[in-house]
């Protein structure tokens, strides 16, 4: 059974930066995938970004490209996801997800999910 555990939300002003963090626990397979989704209030649960744990190889939303990044540390089981030139429109609880095998950008896809972090961004 995969644990996931994220960290690092908070509030921040617009043009700020924050890094969320995910704590992978109990991972023991070679293929699998960390997702990144957002939901906002009244708003269903969006795709952010995907990696790959095994290359690091990552897909974004056209919402977020160019200032959100996602790496991994597979040494100590840890996916994290920089988000820069924070806007109003990322404020939502920020979800860790994770699936065998490839990435994918359907949240439908994901098995596990940790229990969200609130990102605020004040205008």
């Known amino acids: 059974q995969v644990q996931l555990v994220e960290s690092g939300g908070g509030l921040v002003q617009a043009g700020g930066s924050l890094r969320l963090s995910c704590a992978v626990g109990?991972?023991?397979?070679?293929?699998?995938?960390s997702g990144w989704f957002r939901q906002a209030p009244g708003k269903e649960r969006e795709f952010v970004a995907t990696?790959?744990?095994?290359?690091?190889?990552?897909s974004y939303a056209d919402s977020v490209k160019g200032r959100f990044t996602a790496s991994r540390d597979n040494a100590k089981n840890m996916v994290y996801l920089q988000m820069n030139s924070l806007k109003p429109e990322d404020t939502a609880v920020y979800y860790c997800?994770?699936?065998?095998?490839?990435?994918?950008?359907?949240?439908?896809?994901?098995?596990?999910w940790g229990q969200g972090t609130q990102v605020t961004v004040s205008s």
């Open positions: 109990g991972r023991s397979f070679s293929s699998y995938a």
């Open positions: 990696i790959t744990m095994s290359s690091g190889w990552a």
């Open positions: 997800a994770g699936k065998v095998g490839t990435i994918s950008r359907a949240y439908s896809d994901y098995e596990y």
